[in-house]
Structure formats: structure tokens, C-alpha cells
């Protein structure tokens, strides 16, 4: 119930300060600016060792708020994403590691008003697993100090594409492993921006 409530006022603070950056971007000055994005993608997931690798989808959703400074920015970040094993179990130890988790963090970016290019600092990340091991235990990861790189454009009003790669290592683990779980992956999706950027 605590990770619940937790997870909520994470939640409702990022939208909070998403609505203050869409309402300060509309006034006179356009220092603000704020969006929401969803994506697509694949990568890799394990250890090598008792974990082997296997190739995941993922579905991203971001939500972010930031501050410009001229041609830069320094703001939030908010990811939920949900990640599904491609590879069969029977092929890796009878494994499934589908599962969804939240991410933190803090973004810095050169940003010209139609495009942005920069990275995402993820201050922590919990990762459950979507069903139990073999002997019934549930499963979850922790991570903090992983990184994404994104570039996205503005192509219509306020829509633009994003692409971004993401690597992280997890340090935590439940039950525990012989190695750090480790996944990275490359998506491409949707945002949903202001685009107010200071001239």
C-alpha cells in the first residue's frame, strides 16, 4: 500500500507541475515549456549468467516539465513503462521478465523552440516482474543511475517524434541474482509539447 501511495504522489506531482509549465508557457513570456510522450521499442534484458539475455518490447510513457534558459533547458522527467518478453521462456531457463516500472528524473537539453536533443538523468527505478518465479516469490528490480538520450521534432502545432535510447543497470534484486541485471533499448514514438522556447 505504501508503494502505492508513493508511486500516486510521484505521479500527481509531475502532472502538477506539467499543468504549471502549460499555463506559464501561455502568458507573455514563453520561459516554460512542458509535454507527454508515448513510444515503441526493443532491447535487451539480463545478465548473462543466471539471468541469460533476451530480447524485450517496450512501451514508454513520459511526462516532463522544464525551464528554458535561451537555448537550453533544465527540467523533470516522469516514465512509466511497460516491457514484454519477445523470446520464448522454453529458451531461457524457463524466464519471463515482462513486467512495468516507474523512473524519475531530471533532464538537460539544447532546445531550439521546433527540436531537442539531450539527457535524462533517471534518479531510481522499480521494476516488477509480472508473475512469480518458479517457486512462487515475487520479483522486483531496482535501478538508479541509468541514462536515456532523446531527439525529438516538431512536425504539426504541438506533435512532434521522439526517438530515444535508454541503457540501466539494475543494483537490486528480489530475489537475489549472481550478476546486476542490465537492459538498454532504442524507441521511437509520439510527444505532445508546447514546444515555448526562448528566443
Not at 72 to 84: L, Q, T
Amino acid at each position: 500500500m505504501h508503494v502505492i501511495f508513493t508511486s500516486a504522489k510521484t505521479m500527481f506531482s509531475f502532472l502538477f507541475f506539467f499543468g504549471a509549465c502549460q499555463f506559464a508557457a501561455a502568458q507573455a513570456v514563453p520561459r516554460f515549456s512542458g509535454g507527454a510522450m508515448i513510444l515503441l521499442g526493443q532491447g535487451q534484458m539480463g545478465n548473462g549468467a543466471d539471468i541469460p539475455d533476451r530480447a524485450m518490447m517496450h512501451t514508454p510513457i513520459g511526462l516532463f516539465g522544464a525551464v528554458n534558459f535561451k537555448k537550453f533547458r533544465v527540467g523533470v522527467n516522469y516514465e512509466y513503462n511497460m516491457a514484454g518478453q519477445s523470446a520464448d521462456p522454453a529458451g531461457v531457463s524457463g524466464q519471463n521478465l515482462s513486467g512495468s516500472g516507474s523512473a524519475p528524473g531530471v533532464r538537460l537539453e539544447y532546445y531550439d523552440g521546433k527540436q531537442a536533443a539531450g539527457l535524462i538523468y533517471r534518479l531510481s527505478h522499480d521494476y516488477k516482474l509480472d508473475k512469480p518465479t518458479q517457486s512462487g516469490l515475487a520479483s522486483t528490480y531496482k535501478g538508479a543511475g541509468g541514462f536515456s538520450l532523446q531527439y525529438y521534432r516538431q512536425f504539426k502545432k504541438r506533435f512532434g517524434f521522439v526517438l530515444d535510447y535508454t541503457t540501466e543497470t539494475f543494483k537490486e534484486s528480489v530475489p537475489a541474482l549472481s550478476q546486476n541485471v542490465k537492459w538498454s533499448r532504442i524507441s521511437v514514438g509520439i510527444v505532445f509539447t508546447n514546444f515555448a522556447g526562448s528566443k
